[in-house]
């Protein structure tokens, strides 16, 4: 674990245990993007071990990331995420860690500091309504194509 080796003292967090509500989407920092980009972590279980997992996020913004895990993350230390697509990684916290029926865990993710960049994505503006994603779009009047190419 080359870049978790120079943590000296554990990081003190106060971890979730899934039954408090994330923050309400008005009061988050940046916007949240749902989507599945493959990352890799590295970090210590519970029991001291320490573990790689390659991962999938399940959303990101520029303050971190929610990604399901099989690894039993000790939430008091920090973890490495890596994003093989932009070759960046960073140290991140465990901001809050929630079972699920399966036995795997969704665990937040928290950036020192707002690294949007870290996706390789480009984020929607903040007055981005998702809903609008999915709204079909139709032109404004219909084209007439019958009088196209049509020189006997």
């Known amino acids: 674990m080359r870049a978790l080796d120079h943590v000296k003292e554990p990081a003190v967090n106060k971890v979730s245990n899934g039954e408090a ?10 916007s949240r993007v749902v989507i599945d ?12 071990k320490m573990f790689k997992e390659q991962a999938k996020t399940l959303t990101v913004s520029a303050h971190g990331a929610l990604v399901s895990l099989k690894a039993d993350v000790d939430s008091q230390r920090p973890v490495l995420l890596a994003n093989p697509k932009t070759g960046m990684e960073v140290q991140c916290r465990v901001a809050n860690r929630k079972s699920t029926r399966d036995g795997w865990s969704e665990i937040g993710l928290e950036f020192a500091n707002p690294l949007p960049k870290f996706w390789g ?22 084209v007439d194509t019958s009088a196209r190419g049509s020189k006997r």
Do not use: C, M, N, Y
């Open 21 to 30: 509500e994330a923050r309400p989407a008005s009061k988050r920092r940046s």
């Open 37 to 48: 980009i493959p990352v890799t972590l590295f970090g210590q279980s519970s029991d001291r």
């Open 121 to 142: 994505i480009h984020f929607p503006p903040e007055d981005w309504d998702p809903a609008e994603r999915k709204k079909a779009t139709s032109p404004e009047r219909p």
